[in-house]
């Protein structure tokens, strides 16, 4: 018997086959669920269901909002398009983070799968929440959005708050490295645009300043600036990998499903493959080129992230870290009128870089300042 002083949805879940659940003084919630086979109902019809907000739950993704949003005027009442593209937002997120494996794995296990159907991600549109505008964890919640409106507030396939939230809760390494916070995160972003809407917008403008960003901060930019100018970095990268990055160089035969060798996705390829080394030291389907240097490695995670980038694209990247240097913090002193920086890339490092014996890229990546 459980006694419930304030209002909200109620779940019951049991592993018994019958199980009695009585409810007293409760009410009917919108409910449209997508099931795993591809097709989709209302459990509980908005019509008929008074309680005043409601979810829309697809094969990985189960939202929540007011009662009225989830009628989907924007969608044209199509609550099983707006379910379909929070699928394709998961299947996305996979693809990005090079994780192919059902429940049966572990190394590259999928954030969402059929065979893990009640690991689902979850998004709640609440004026309730415990801090700023959105924030990340299980549920991500999100305060934009107004309850009398008929329109759902997110578009999985061009939001970039959504993309942003969920990708603080999938961000891992060797992308993760001091200061990345607010930034690693956004790679995910990065990555829908590209696919979704074609170019990276988020960065455009912001690249074609970076050069004075550089050279006014040379050897200390990551801990001279914010997050914003932060995620120009990787935005290098990944346009250096457009250019100059096969995968192919790595596998024999077809490629993995995750990999996408379409113009404007092939730089991606670097990024779903150091995630894919970092967490397996052999793959078989993977060549590797001698022991796999983005494994292990007894490194700090600013240097480690510098010779895996550097093993990966078969390039040795100390210059571009070097003027960069990422994890690096400006510490301001008393008496002192300019920064102390501190942490970022060591002598170790880029002694663990050099001992690869890898030519410098033809392209630098630091003279990139656009898409």
């Known amino acids: 018997t459980y006694t419930v002083p304030y209002g909200g949805l109620i779940y019951a879940s049991s592993a018994e086959d019958n199980i009695t659940l009585t409810l007293s003084n409760t009410v009917k919630a919108p409910w449209y669920k997508l099931s795993q ?7 509980n ?21 007011a009662k009225k949003n989830i ?5 044209s009442g199509d609550v099983k398009k707006f379910a379909e593209e929070l699928d394709t937002f998961s299947s996305d997120l996979n693809d990005f983070y090079a994780r192919d494996e059902d429940a049966s794995g572990s190394l590259n296990r999928k954030s969402t799968d059929p065979s893990i159907p009640n690991h689902k991600h979850r998004l709640v549109n609440d004026i309730a929440i415990s ?22 507030a997110q578009n999985p396939l061009n939001s970039w708050t959504l993309w942003h939230e969920v990708g603080h809760n999938a ?50 930019v990551w801990g001279a600036v914010g997050g914003g100018i932060r995620l120009l970095m990787f935005a290098q990268i990944k346009i250096w990998a457009d250019k100059k990055f096969d995968i192919n160089n790595w596998y024999t035969g077809s490629l993995p499903s995750w990999y996408d060798e379409t113009e404007g996705m092939k730089g991606w390829n670097l990024f779903k493959l150091m995630h894919r080394l970092t967490r397996n030291e052999n793959d078989a389907a993977i060549k590797l080129k001698d022991a796999n240097k983005c494994y292990g490695q007894n490194l700090n995670v600013n240097d480690r992230f510098m010779l895996c980038t550097s093993y990966a694209a078969q390039k040795d990247f100390t210059d571009f870290f070097v003027n960069w240097n990422p994890g690096s913090q400006a ?15 060591t002598e170790t490092g880029k002694s663990a870089v050099k001992a690869l014996g890898l030519p410098k890229p033809t392209l630098d990546p630091i003279s990139i300042e656009s898409l």
């Not at 086979?37 to 459990?43: A, K, L, P, S």
């Not at 008929?48 to 829309?56: C, L, M, R």
């Open 331 to 345: 510490n301001l002193v008393p008496g002192e009128t300019e920064p102390i920086y501190v942490g970022g890339i």
């Open 171 to 220: 961000a891992e390494s060797p992308f993760a490295i001091d200061g990345s916070g607010e930034v690693v995160n956004n790679l995910l972003g990065l990555y829908m645009q590209d696919k979704h809407l074609k170019k990276m917008n988020r960065v455009e403008r912001s690249l074609r300043i970076v050069k004075d960003q550089i050279e006014a901060e040379t050897g200390n």
């Open 37 to 43: 086979d591809g097709t989709g109902d209302w459990i």
């Open 45 to 65: 019809k908005i019509d008929e269901s008074p309680a005043p907000f409601g979810e829309i739950e697809s094969k990985t993704f189960i939202y929540t909002s």
């Open 71 to 75: 009628q989907a005027t924007n969608y």
């Open 131 to 152: 801090k700023g505008g959105a924030h990340s964890g299980y549920p991500v919640m999100w305060i934009n959005f107004d309850s009398d409106s008929t329109k759902i």
